[in-house]
């Protein structure tokens, strides 16, 4: 059974950081791509930040400079380190893997990021 569990969300003044971490079981992780996605309300789920199984990175243009994804496949953890959070940072991550797309692969529960101005 896959598990993916997301951590690290929460409140934070805008300029602030938050480090999110997602937790596999039950899957290869070494082999897969794993993906941070974000929904915000009333906006379709987007690509955040991806690392490939080779540590290639693919960032959305909204978060590049900010935002750093990374793997410990020891730990089979991904994690994404947000820095100079924006008000419009503000949404439900989630962590996926096994996609390239995003339209496929294992979900986790996700994780609430808010920003204050």
């Known amino acids: 059974q896959v598990q993916l569990v997301e951590s690290g969300g929460g409140l934070v003044q805008a300029g602030g950081s938050l480090r999110l971490s997602c937790a596999a079981s039950?899957?290869?992780?070494?082999?897969?791509?794993m993906g941070w996605y974000r929904q915000a309300p009333g906006k379709e789920r987007e690509l955040v930040a991806a690392?490939?199984?080779?540590?290639?990175?693919n960032y959305a243009d909204s978060v590049k400079g900010r935002f750093t994804i990374s793997r410990d496949n020891a730990k089979k953890t991904a994690y994404l380190q947000m820095n100079s959070l924006k008000p419009e940072d503000t949404a439900v991550y989630y962590c996926?893997?096994?996609?390239?797309?995003?339209?496929?692969?294992?979900w986790g529960q996700g994780t609430q990021v808010t920003v204050s101005s």
């Open positions: 996926n893997a096994g996609s390239n797309t995003g339209r496929d692969g294992y």
């Open positions: 039950g899957i290869i992780f070494s082999i897969n791509t």
């Open positions: 690392i490939t199984s080779g540590r290639r990175t």
